[in-house]
């Protein structure tokens, strides 16, 4: 009985040290670099995603951003800099997905940690693509991707999963775009004093919001049209989709107007690192 009571005290203690460990000002700031780091790759991506419209090369994802990333100037430096701070607003996330929302009722408290639980892992993978580009080791998306699609469709359930899979990306970008809509993402945020910068901040998360859903949705949709017709070589994640995009009538303007509005969401983040509510 005795060595339940240490046992408990002691996981207790061991909690409290790493929910003050996930609360602390070095990692707050290290966090905030996360943001910074996912906006100038997302600006990355608009650009390249405009360049596709205008008949440039280039991939237009993670990857291709990261890639870019790392032919700039003190480029290694850069990537594991933001690699540095995408791991912080990993732990930063998955500290509020285990710790926080306890007093919400609890259906709001499920969905509040499932989703800074999910962030945490998108985060996650951020930084160990920016980690594998900055050894060398990186590779491009669109053929990871469409490998993945190949092995899972031969696994056991691998079809329905993935449907599963582009249902969700689907969906995930029709929650993107109705934030932006709705302006939702000014609750992450500390606005502004000045009503002129407000305005900004406001119009560029609504036009990035928005751009990000239709990337999304786009991309999702492809990944359950690759599976359903058996053709997954057609599923090559979001440079994939903003390629298709592209092949739709007036597809070269929402192209365009997409990377516009990614290049806007990236400037939305790198003003949320200085901005955001952590």
């Known amino acids: 009985m005795i060595i339940k009571r240490e046992l408990r005290s002691a996981a207790g203690k061991a909690a409290d040290k790493a929910e003050d460990v996930s609360n602390s000002k070095p990692l707050e ?84 940690k499932l989703q800074a639980g999910a962030q945490a892992v998108v985060y996650a993978g951020l930084a160990f693509t920016l980690a594998a580009f900055a050894r060398g080791t990186g ?15 031969k696994a056991p359930g691998g079809i329905l999963l993935l449907v599963l899979i582009g249902v969700g990306v689907a969906v995930v970008g029709i929650i993107y775009a109705v934030r932006g809509f709705r302006k939702s993402f000014e609750k992450h945020i500390n606005p502004p004093s000045s009503p002129g910068a407000r305005k900004a901040i406001t119009a560029l998360g609504m036009a990035g919001y928005v751009a990000k859903g239709v990337a999304l949705f786009v991309t999702g949709l492809l990944v359950v049209i690759a599976t359903v017709t058996v053709h997954p070589q057609q599923s090559t994640g979001l440079d994939g989709g903003l390629r298709a995009l592209r092949e739709q ?10 990377g516009a509005g990614l290049i806007c969401y990236g400037v939305f983040m790198v003003a949320r690192a200085r901005l955001a509510r952590m």
């Open 139 to 153: 590779k491009d998306n669109r053929e990871s991707t469409s490998d993945f699609t190949v092995s899972l469709m």
């Open 249 to 258: 009538p007036f597809g070269v303007y929402v192209l365009a107007a997409v």
């Open 29 to 112: 700031m290290l966090a905030r670099g996360g943001f910074a780091a996912s906006g100038v790759l997302h600006i990355l991506v608009g650009l390249i995603a405009f360049g596709l419209a205008r008949g440039r090369g280039g991939h237009a994802d993670v990857s291709g951003a990261v890639a870019e990333l790392a032919t700039q100037p003190a480029g290694p430096l850069l990537l594991w800099v933001s690699f540095a701070g995408c791991i912080a607003l990993a732990l930063w996330q998955a500290g509020d997905a285990i710790f926080d929302f306890e007093r919400l009722p609890t259906k709001h408290k499920a969905g509040k």
